[in-house]
């Protein structure tokens, strides 16, 4: 596959560097961070109502851009490098695409109509609290009641789960097991038997929270897609949301190599910049590596991720694609945090720097949605599936 940005993407990319350098600044990231919130409700208006970033791959029937996940990854990267603090990835990356897989007409045009119009926020609440992300992880229950689903479990690791207004729960039939019985819910936030508390993590700059069903009851127009079999969509969300994430560590390599190269270039030490040091020049050169290489991994996937979402023969690759893309950039991303505190030295980890809020976010977006090993497990076991098919 040969790859090179339209016009319009250069375009998009260029815009989302230019904003977000001038309302993600280091002030503003630790201002949003300290709240329990973890964003700017004012920030998060001017980027649906200026912007229109949420509604970018959302079909323009159901009042969206109609452009693809290329651009997503465009700017999830830009999102990436300035640290933004903003419910974009989970409402666009996670919720929307649940919509979009799953959603009937109705569904979509109701639900990803408001989201265009910037006055909702989503996101999806699927792990039961275990370390794994395959259908294991889901541990809620869901039995019907004449038309009625009733769902009982808990969730944790819900990115923004204790703001967001529509939740996308995943849960499975009472005495299901893997794959089988897992279904999607549409969840609104004042549903009554919804509790929702906010989890304080070492990433202060994304927040998380802890959901739980008390014999919630939803109606039949609640079920997303086909009772039973909500795996197959919730998996391909994952990886959807995966090569998101990939891109925004790759963004955080980019800064983070900016930031380690302008501060060796001003650290004078034995009467010359460190920077000049062969050890020091090496380092920077493997940090360079790795960011070009996970930079042309995320944009490849992204072209799959877009040919998934319009359900053409390239979607059989994402899981894939996913996977060596969130390996590849997890392990690229908190290697070259390491590297980048240990070239700042006493210094890089104090709070006056930046450099450790992206170390923090690092180690906590190397281990959402699985974390390098286990993303290898999935690719060797795929690599098996498909010697035993052929």
Not at 163 to 175: F, H, Y
Not at 299 to 324: D, M, N, R, W
Not at 356 to 383: I, V
């Amino acid at each position: 596959m040969e790859f090179a940005f339209t016009e319009e993407q250069e375009m998009i990319r260029d815009t989302a560097e230019a904003f977000l350098a001038e309302v993600s600044t280091s002030e503003a990231v630790r201002s949003a961070m300290a709240t329990e919130a973890g964003y700017d409700a004012e920030l998060w208006q001017r980027i649906c109502g200026e912007m229109y970033w949420q509604a970018i791959h959302i079909p323009e029937e159901y009042g969206g851009m109609g452009l693809g996940y290329v651009e997503v990854v465009a700017m999830m990267e830009q999102m990436g490098r300035y640290l933004l603090c903003s419910p974009f990835f989970a409402t666009v990356c996670q919720g929307a695409n649940a919509l979009l897989l799953a959603g009937s007409d109705e569904q979509k045009t109701h639900w990803l109509g408001k989201l265009c119009e910037g006055g909702l926020t989503a996101t999806i609440a699927s792990n039961g609290g275990v370390s794994s992300w395959g259908p294991e992880s889901v541990t809620a229950t869901w039995r019907r009641d004449g038309d009625a689903y009733v769902l009982d479990g808990s969730y944790r690791y819900v990115i923004d789960g204790h703001t967001a207004q529509l939740i996308v729960v995943a849960a499975r039939e009472v005495g299901s097991e893997e794959e089988s019985g897992i279904s999607l819910f549409l969840l609104p936030a004042d549903t009554p038997g919804l509790s929702r508390e906010w989890l304080p993590t070492m990433d202060q700059t994304r927040k998380q929270a802890a959901l739980s069903l008390d014999g919630v009851r939803l109606e039949a127009d609640a079920l997303l897609g086909d009772a039973g079999s909500g795996w197959a969509v919730l998996s391909q969300v994952q990886d959807l949301a995966a090569i998101a994430l990939a891109a925004e560590q790759v963004g955080g390599c980019q800064q983070l190599l900016d930031s380690a190269v302008e501060y060796t270039s001003e650290r004078v030490q034995f009467g010359r910049t460190i920077a000049s040091f062969q050890a020091v020049k090496h380092k920077a050169a493997d940090m360079m590596l790795l960011t070009e290489v996970a930079r042309s991994a995320i944009y490849y996937a992204a072209c799959v991720a877009q040919e998934a979402l319009q359900g053409t023969e390239l979607a059989a690759e994402l899981p894939e694609a996913a996977s060596v893309v969130k390996s590849y950039c997890s392990d690229a991303y908190f290697a070259i945090a390491g590297d980048t505190l240990q070239l700042h030295g006493g210094v890089g980890f104090t709070w006056e720097y930046d450099v450790h809020l992206y170390f923090k976010r690092a180690k906590s977006s190397e281990q959402l949605l699985g974390n390098g090993t286990q993303h290898r497990e999935r690719l060797a076991a795929q690599l098996l599936d498909a010697e035993d098919a052929a």
